[in-house]
């Protein structure tokens, strides 16, 4: 790997040289949608198949319709037709888990690695991946609720000036600390994970520590490439919708499949490449042999 190279343009070229990986979770997340909408599917035909109004959402969108759908005795609870879609994105979320150790294995390596490289990876890293998550999700869910308990005084305070934007602002730029915040608790733990899987870490205390001493050092550079990865997705993400407005007409299903499918496949490879240029810095910076002082002997002393 290049030292020269920049976080963003080392993770770039990782992860285009990894497509593998961003094809096989992109059709898994295909396959888990398409069994969580079986819900909603099923009881939309029961009613749309035999109705004439359905027209209205056959060939384009139209919101009442769909809400009158929604509301009928015989399209059921509304329980039954989300608990697939949330069931089937828990699950997504757990393989990922999965998988993802042989990803970043994948990613530090200067070679393909076998597919026996990579399942022994997931195995291995399995539970210490888990054990991340749950660390991850509580520091995430504290920092959150401080800065959410901050948010109402701030609020409170700003409604009390003469500038009757203030409030407004106020309320942006704690958005925007709270989504920086949490960028970085995600940088965090992607150092972690990267340590884990890397140097075969079992006690994942250790890595967090690793991954918290290396962010504290290097916030501005992650930071920055995180955001920049994060700007190019908005940026692909409202010229999807853009293009989708004008040139997929309403009656188009499958011109609405492909543009948002598109859409979904580069927000996927957005976020496999933070996790690209995270495994970039880890190699050009954190993994480093460490060289154990020989012990020193003492002098003998010969005695006339």
């Known amino acids: 790997m290049n030292d020269k190279k920049s976080l963003l343009s080392a993770g ?39 109705s004439v109004y359905s027209d209205q959402l056959l060939h384009g969108f139209h919101l009442a319709a769909l809400i009158e759908l929604t509301s009928r005795p015989e399209f059921g609870p509304t329980k039954s037709s989300t608990a697939p879609a949330m069931l089937f994105g828990v699950l997504f979320l757990l393989t990922s888990l999965i998988f993802m150790p042989g990803v970043l294995l994948g990613y530090s390596s200067d070679h393909r690695i076998s597919r026996d490289e990579f399942f022994r990876a997931c195995g291995r890293n399995l539970w ?16 959150s609720g401080g800065l959410m308990a901050a948010m109402d005084p701030i609020s409170k305070a700003a409604e009390t000036t003469n500038y009757e ?34 140097r075969d870490q079992p006690a994942v205390r250790k890595s967090v520590a690793v991954g918290f001493r290396s962010l504290r050092k290097n916030v501005v550079r992650l930071l920055g490439t995180y955001v920049a990865i994060t700007l190019v997705a908005v940026a692909m993400l409202v010229a999807g919708i853009v293009l989708w407005n004008m040139i997929v007409p309403s009656s188009s299903v499958f011109g609405a499949f492909l543009v948002s499918q598109l859409m ?8 496999f490449w933070e996790r690209a240029s995270a495994v970039a810095f880890y190699v050009k910076q954190m993994a480093e042999p460490v060289v154990e002082a020989a012990p020193v002997q003492a002098a003998t002393v010969v005695v006339a």
């Not at 942006?172 to 994970?193: C, E, G, N, P, S």
């Open 128 to 143: 210490r991946f888990v054990r991340l998550f749950v660390m991850g999700g509580i520091v995430a869910g504290i920092v």
């Open 12 to 50: 770039a070229g990782i992860a285009r040289g990894n497509l593998r990986y961003i094809i096989w979770f992109y059709l898994l997340n295909l396959l888990f949608a398409w069994f969580g909408a079986s819900g909603l599917s099923t009881h939309a035909h029961d009613i749309m198949d035999h």
């Open 165 to 198: 934007r203030l409030p407004f602002f106020s309320e942006v730029a704690i958005w925007v600390v709270m989504i920086l915040v949490l960028t970085i608790v995600r940088i965090w733990f992607d150092l972690a994970q990267t340590d884990v899987v890397l």
């Open 264 to 271: 979904m496949l580069l927000l996927l490879g957005m976020r």
